[in-house]
Every structure is written in C-alpha cells, then in structure tokens.
Nanobody, 127 residues
Framework: QVQLVESGGGLVQPGGSLRLSCAAS????????IGWFRQAPEKEREGVSC????????YYADSVKGRFTISRDNAKNTVYLQMNSLKPEDTGVYYC????????????????????WGQGTQVTVSS
C-alpha cells in the first residue's frame, strides 16, 4: 500500500526551527515531484514548497521564501522541509504530497494537488 509518513512537527517558539521529514513506503519517491502543503485554521490550504523529480528545481510560496528549504534524499526515500525563523502564521497541519503528472513544481504548489497524500503533521508556532 502506497504510504507517505510525515514526522518532525511540534511546538516551537517564534524564531525557532523545525525539520519535517516525509518517508515513503511501498514505492520510491524517485520519479515523483514532492510538495509540502499546509492547512491553517480557517485558511485555505497552501502549497508551501515543491521539488521536482528530475532536475531538483524548487518552488516556494512567497510567505516562506528565505526561511524554508526543501530537499530530497532519494537514497533514503525521504524528503525534508527545513523551517527556520518560524512565525505564528506558519502554524498548521503540514502534508507531504507526491505527484507524477505535474508539468512543473510551480503548477503543483499553486494548485495544491497531488496523487498521494500523507496524514499530516502538526506545526504550532507560539510563545
């Protein structure tokens, strides 16, 4: 059964850092574009960052540019999201999503869509 499992969420103070991980089981992430999407209370779901399957190109939402970094380690079948200088508005449930059909990572993140979704991990930024 195809499965994506996120980890690394938690409670952090403003200005702090977290690293989210997304591990795949029953399939290899190589060949899939991967996105991190978030759902904040009473807000629309947002494509935070996406990374391509081929050339490593990336996309970041304006709200996280310069603070978040997405990366992938195909040997470990894992994708990461390093989040620095966290703000209260970064609070939400973060989902890892895999997709084979998207033409570009920007397309995937802007449409907030993908083939396979993880169950999500909660990130809370609060003092």
């Amino acid at each position: 059964q195809v499965q994506l499992v996120e980890s690394g969420g938690g409670l952090v103070q403003p200005g702090g850092s977290l690293r989210l991980s997304c591990a795949a089981s029953a399939f290899t992430l190589d060949g899939y574009a991967i996105g991190w999407f978030r759902q904040a209370p009473e807000k629309e779901r947002e494509g935070v960052s996406c990374i391509s399957s081929s050339d490593g190109s990336t996309y970041y939402a304006d709200s996280v540019k310069g603070r978040f970094t997405i990366s992938r380690d195909n040997a470990k079948n894992t994708v990461y999201l390093q989040m620095n200088s966290l703000k209260p508005e970064d609070t939400g449930v973060y989902y890892c999503v895999a997709d084979q059909r998207t033409p570009t990572v920007q397309h995937m993140c802007v449409l907030v869509d993908g083939d396979y979704w993880g169950q999500g991990t909660q990130v809370t930024v609060s003092s």
